[in-house]
């Protein structure tokens, strides 16, 4: 069984702050496919990245980071010098290999971020 | 063009009432998903359409009855609907093909927010 927890509830923050969303996840997959996404209020969730089971490699996309460890099974995101607009509801989620039939999203239960003046 | 677009916005409905909640991509995705999403809650997978078939039906209650006429589009037709049932409905779409590690992202549209009186 697939299993994604995203311990932190709620943070809030000062504007220009950094701040760290965590990710632990749980599979038996080898191969596997963890994603980020961004729910704003107005409830569409938003794409942010996807980190493939064999490559470690960590990204950096403008304000955002990401932090990938297998040893830990982590999978942290981090926002530099957040802003306003950041504020939102942030899921971690993780599938395993697409077979054809689409793939089953495991999602955590979200962190709300509250980023303020 | 990433975009999956919903329809309606907002819908509300009587528990007698017989609706229909729309769905369509142009992305060429092949794999198109329904999830229902309570209040500070993950959204929960209802149903996979792939190749326009359905692949996976999450236990999901008869009222709720999808249907993907084509490749681009998915409908959930909504009958005897409870007011539990009041959430909201997702969207989302991804290629779908197997194994290759591009494909597994899914892409959401803004939902439709259904109220059940």
């Known amino acids: 069984a697939q299993k994604v927890t995203q311990a932190q509830t709620e943070i809030s923050v000062v504007e220009k702050e950094d701040v760290t969303l965590d990710c632990v996840y749980e599979?038996?997959?080898?191969?596997?496919?963890l994603f980020w996404y961004k729910q704003p209020p107005s409830g569409e969730l938003v794409f942010l990245i996807r980190r493939n089971s064999f490559d470690e490699q960590n990204e950096i996309s403008g304000r955002y980071s990401w932090n990938f460890q297998k040893s830990t099974s982590s999978f942290n995101f981090t926002i530099t010098a957040s802003q306003v607009v950041d504020s939102a509801v942030y899921f971690c989620a993780l599938s395993g290999v697409v077979t054809g039939g689409g793939n089953k999203l495991t999602f955590g239960t979200g962190t709300q971020l509250k980023v303020e003046l | 063009d990433t975009e999956v677009t919903q329809t309606p916005k907002h819908l509300v409905m009587g528990m007698t009432n017989k609706k229909s909640l729309k769905c369509e991509q142009h992305?060429?995705?092949?794999?198109m998903y329904w999830y229902k999403q309570k209040a500070k809650k993950p959204p929960e997978l209802m149903f996979v359409y792939s190749y326009e078939k359905l692949s996976i039906n999450e236990s999901v209650p008869s009222r709720f009855s999808p249907e993907c006429p084509n490749s681009s589009l998915l409908n959930l037709h909504l009958h005897a609907l409870q007011p539990e049932d009041s959430a909201l409905y997702l969207c989302?779409?991804?290629?779908?093909?197997?194994?290759?590690?591009?494909?597994?992202?899914?892409?959401f549209g803004p939902g439709t927010r259904l109220t059940v009186l």
């Open positions: 992305m060429g995705h092949r794999a």
């Open positions: 989302a779409s991804s290629q779908g093909s197997s194994g290759r590690a591009g494909d597994n992202e899914q892409f």
């Open positions: 599979t038996r997959d080898t191969t596997y496919y």
